[in-house]
């Protein structure tokens, strides 16, 4: 092994595709595995003792025997300056905006106030096992410059991009669609592709912007084909009836982002919750993407996703925290919340499938799983080390669980940032949490 090559070995988990819980299909896990990475990037992983045998020196390895590792936490919706105003009471959607957060996002016209959150909320990120993310920061140009600045500086594979709105919203939080385009060019120019960055046009939802914003952001969509695009859809009853009101020619929610070109594979609508059966045969017809939000999706009592419904007509689901609509940074209580929601509907979550969506199915819902979301050979090395025990009824809970599968399940219903134990970063350390006198 040469010096530039670094071991760890511990219990190992990823997938190599969507699991089948009845076969296993899909899942590798090596109970004492190692992963070699070199220069940031997955050089193998494997069995320790396989390894062993063709050469390994088992010495050499930095040894975690009691964690998981796995690949990085990848969140698909998320509001940056919203972090302090998570855990907001008592409103739901739109009056949630008016009264917490369209305040909160206002203080980000300072630029060092700005530049200081963007680096708290990735610190924050890190410290709940997240190492990429689909990010919104907010109408000011220079609190999206601060994001990336921050980004870059962690070497964070990211995307995020600059919301535009011109109505409906406090008159200082508001931009035009001219100022909205020529502010989106800049940014995409300066940021877009650049080191482990991407960028997102990112109209807020059809209620704030207008007929000409949403237009020039979708000529924007055109002529920078490998954009990402996200916003909100069909979230909240109140929402949907007023969208009616203000596009009273189109079909349906979905129908205004569409007649301005605004779906395809690479746009990523928050929520989705109250669909019709055109608008998801839409969605799955141009490949677009919904990101499941849990606990905001119950915290602001938006609704329940149905999530087999959109599965089965072949829309690709992802995992979001949607934080600070979302009460925690944790993926793994996005998981515990998924579960719930989908038992109320007869529904259910297998652990398997809910690892697999934090991480390689994230990849794929960003279309990142070229470069993130597992241990392939090559891609660059997010991982995090997992301590499955974090408190003392975690640890009774673990000490009683047989198989993976139970073990995953009780880390994703009982599990929070405290059970993330160690975070890298292409490699490298960029959090280790202090030890624990929980248990
Ligand atoms: N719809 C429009 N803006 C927002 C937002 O900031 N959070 C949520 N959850 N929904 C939205
Ligand atoms: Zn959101």
């Known amino acids: 092994m040469t010096a530039d090559i670094r071991a760890f070995r511990a219990q190992i988990l990823h997938f190599i595709d969507a699991p089948n819980p009845q076969t296993g299909a899909g899942v590798e896990y090596f109970a004492d595995g190692v992963l070699l990475v070199e220069h940031g990037r997955i050089k193998a992983v494997g069995d320790a003792q396989v390894m062993a045998a063709q050469g390994l020196d088992l010495t050499r390895c930095e040894h975690f025997p009691e964690h998981l590792l796995m690949p990085g936490f990848i969140d698909s919706h998320i509001h940056c300056p919203q972090a302090g105003v998570i855990a907001s009471y008592g409103e739901q959607l739109l009056d949630w905006l008016n009264l917490y957060t369209f305040p909160a ?25 997240t190492t990429s ?7 000011f140009a220079q609190s999206t410059h601060a994001f990336f600045t921050a980004a870059e500086k962690l070497n964070m594979r990211m995307i995020a ?6 109505r409906h919203a406090p008159a200082a939080l508001l931009d035009t669609a001219q100022t909205s385009y020529a502010d989106c060019r800049e940014l995409i120019d300066r940021w877009h592709n650049i080191q482990r960055l991407h960028y997102a046009l990112t109209p807020r939802f059809a209620l704030t912007s207008s007929p000409e914003q949403l237009a020039l952001t979708g000529k924007l969509y055109r002529e920078y084909p490998d ?27 979905l129908d205004v982002y569409d007649h301005y070109g605004l ?9 989705g919750i109250h669909l019709s059966e055109l608008e998801i045969e839409r969605l799955a017809q141009t490949q677009s993407g919904i990101a499941f939000c849990p606990t905001s999706n119950l915290f602001l009592g938006s609704g329940l996703l149905d999530m087999a419904r959109l599965e089965r007509a072949g829309i690709s689901v992802s ?3 949607d934080v600070g609509g979302g009460t925690s940074f944790s993926q793994l209580r996005s998981l515990a919340e998924a579960y719930k929601i989908l038992q109320l509907q007869g529904q259910s979550l297998h652990p398997l499938k809910g690892f697999y969506m934090a991480t390689l199915g994230n ?19 997010d991982f995090i080390l997992i301590n499955l025990a974090a408190t003392p009824l975690q640890t009774l809970r673990q000490s009683s669980a047989q198989t993976l599968a139970e073990k995953l399940f009780a880390l994703m219903m009982l599990g929070d940032e405290h059970n993330i134990a160690r975070v890298y970063i292409m490699g490298k350390l960029m959090f280790q949490r202090a030890a624990s006198s929980r248990g």
């Open 105 to 129: 996002e206002l203080q980000f016209s300072d630029p060092d106030f700005a530049a200081a959150a963007a680096e708290q909320f990735l610190q924050f990120l890190l410290q709940n096992g």
């Open 133 to 139: 993310a689909m990010v919104y920061t907010t109408v």
């Open 161 to 166: 991009g600059k919301v535009t709105m011109d």
């Open 227 to 253: 954009l990402y695009l996200q916003t909100h859809l069909a979230e909240n009853p109140q929402e949907i009836a007023l969208i009616k009101s203000l596009y009273p020619s189109a079909r349906d929610y």
């Open 263 to 271: 779906l395809g594979s690479r746009s990523v609508f928050g929520h």
């Open 319 to 321: 995992l979001a925290t």
């Open 363 to 381: 990849a794929r819902a960003l279309q990142l799983d070229h470069c993130i979301g597992n241990f392939a050979p090559g891609k660059e090395a």
